[in-house]
């Protein structure tokens, strides 16, 4: 039987598990029914519309007028370059908003995407293929690189381009798929509470947990014009700490993660109570905790991995931060 409610029941758990490169799983829950659906969807939107990455919006190629031009020495037309060129994706250095990038190359040679990394621009996708230039051939070419947001079409790029150069379609999300299920979850006798499970897969210019905080961050700004003008009272429901999608994972007690009696005394006896503790330390300060043997150093070894959090994983600054205020409390 349903109790009588004044307000929405507030999810507390979340769980965030990388599932491959440049692929993680966030799980949420439990959310009251029809709510997870509710946040998924914009979320699902905002992740695939609004994600900042770096795409070519301009080419220049020496001795070439059109798109549908050729270029001598050149096995791919200039049409079948500027597509192979699109799916490359590039990552700008210094912050930049947008740079211009010159290239020559001379065949023999196959050109791919590692070979247009340079001091001004990253490749992420090294092996994809450009084009490929005979012996005694000359491709010399200009491409100018941008931030921006979703897809923008040639057309709308052409008069924001120096003259001489061919407009690109740009594909400026780095996110390349999100989807999202829901579940049902058991909550104090109630099975009607509901569970999300986003998987989103970038393409490496940015983490996908990075892509799917800025998701968030997005919402939360489209979201607060009605505040501005309503002046709506937002509850505090935590301190600021625990607003960090892996900080309540990371927060278990290490007496949830059903180590042997023996590694655990090790650990326990050592000071550390939490699962983030364990994963701050270094391989050399872990074989270090007095009286842990190679048995136990094999078993924190095995579960750390299993929880996507393997010895000697760089962890992001800004949650190192948070770890390290929390557990000094």
Same mark, same amino acid.
């Given at each position: 039987?349903?109790?009588?409610?004044?307000?929405?029941?507030?999810?507390?758990?979340?769980?965030?598990?990388?599932?491959?490169?440049?692929?993680?799983?966030?799980?949420?829950? =439990?959310?009251?029914?029809?709510?997870?659906?509710?946040?998924?969807?914009?979320?699902?939107?905002?992740?695939?519309?609004?994600?900042?990455?770096?795409? =070519?919006?301009?080419?220049?190629?020496?001795?070439?007028?059109?798109?549908?031009?050729?270029?001598?020495?050149?096995?791919?037309?200039?049409?079948?370059?500027?597509?192979?060129?699109?799916?490359?994706?590039?990552?700008?250095?210094?912050?930049?908003?947008?740079?211009?990038?010159?290239?020559?190359?001379? /065949?023999?040679?196959?050109?791919?995407?590692?070979?247009?990394?340079?001091?001004?621009? *990253?490749?992420?996708?090294?092996?994809?293929?450009?084009?490929? &230039?005979?012996?005694?051939?000359?491709?010399?070419?200009?491409?100018?690189?941008?931030?921006?947001?979703?897809?923008?079409?040639?057309?709308?790029?052409?008069?924001?381009?120096?003259?001489?150069?061919?407009?690109? *379609?740009?594909?400026?999300?780095?996110?390349?798929?999100?989807?999202?299920?829901?579940?049902?979850?058991?909550?104090?006798?109630?099975?009607?509470?509901?569970?999300?499970?986003?998987?989103?897969?970038?393409?490496?210019?940015?983490? =996908?947990?990075?892509?799917?905080?800025?998701?968030?961050?997005?919402?939360?700004?489209?979201?607060?014009?009605?505040?501005?003008?309503?002046?709506?009272?937002?509850?505090? &429901?935590?301190?600021?700490?625990?607003?960090?999608?892996?900080?309540?994972?990371?927060?278990?007690?290490?007496?949830?993660?059903?180590?042997?009696?023996?590694?655990?005394?090790?650990?326990?006896?050592?000071?550390?109570?939490?699962? /983030?503790?364990?994963?701050?330390?270094?391989?050399?300060?872990?074989?270090? &905790?007095?009286?842990? /043997?190679?048995?136990?150093?094999?078993? &924190?070894?095995?579960?750390?991995?299993?929880?996507?959090?393997?010895?000697?994983?760089?962890?992001?600054?800004?949650?190192?931060?948070?770890?390290?205020?929390?557990?000094?409390?």
């Amino acid at each position: 039987m349903k109790s009588i409610k004044t307000s929405p029941h507030v999810p507390t758990k979340i769980e965030v598990k990388e599932v491959g490169i440049n692929k993680i799983e966030i799980t949420a829950y =439990p959310f009251e029914a029809g709510y997870a659906i509710t946040l998924a969807h914009p979320l699902r939107r905002l992740l695939l519309g609004s994600s900042v990455g770096f795409a =070519p919006i301009a080419l220049r190629i020496e001795g070439v007028a059109h798109e549908f031009d050729s270029v001598r020495g050149v096995v791919e037309d200039v049409s079948h370059l500027i597509v192979n060129l699109k799916t490359i994706r590039f990552r700008v250095k210094e912050e930049l908003e947008s740079v211009s990038v010159d290239y020559k190359f001379t /065949g023999p040679k196959i050109i791919t995407g590692e070979d247009l990394a340079n001091d001004l621009v *990253d490749v992420v996708t090294p092996n994809i293929h450009l084009a490929t &230039i005979n012996e005694d051939a000359v491709l010399s070419f200009s491409i100018i690189v941008r931030k921006g947001i979703g897809y923008v079409p040639s057309e709308d790029i052409r008069n924001v381009i120096p003259e001489g150069y061919m407009p690109l *379609d740009a594909y400026f999300t780095p996110v390349t798929n999100v989807t999202y299920e829901t579940e049902n979850v058991l909550v104090e006798d109630d099975p009607n509470y509901e569970k999300v499970v986003f998987n989103i897969q970038t393409d490496g210019q940015i983490e =996908p947990l990075t892509a799917f905080k800025n998701a968030l961050s997005v919402m939360h700004k489209q979201m607060a014009i009605f505040n501005s003008e309503l002046d709506i009272e937002v509850p505090e &429901i935590n301190n600021g700490e625990e607003d960090h999608p892996e900080i309540k994972m990371l927060s278990q007690s290490i007496d949830n993660l059903n180590f042997s009696a023996r590694c655990f005394n090790c650990l326990d006896r050592s000071g550390i109570k939490y699962l /983030g503790e364990l994963v701050l330390l270094s391989e050399d300060q872990i074989k270090n &905790i007095k009286n842990l /043997g190679k048995k136990s150093l094999d078993e &924190i070894t095995a579960k750390l991995e299993e929880l996507g959090y393997p010895i000697g994983k760089a962890i992001a600054e800004d949650l190192t931060a948070l770890l390290k205020k929390k557990f000094s409390n």
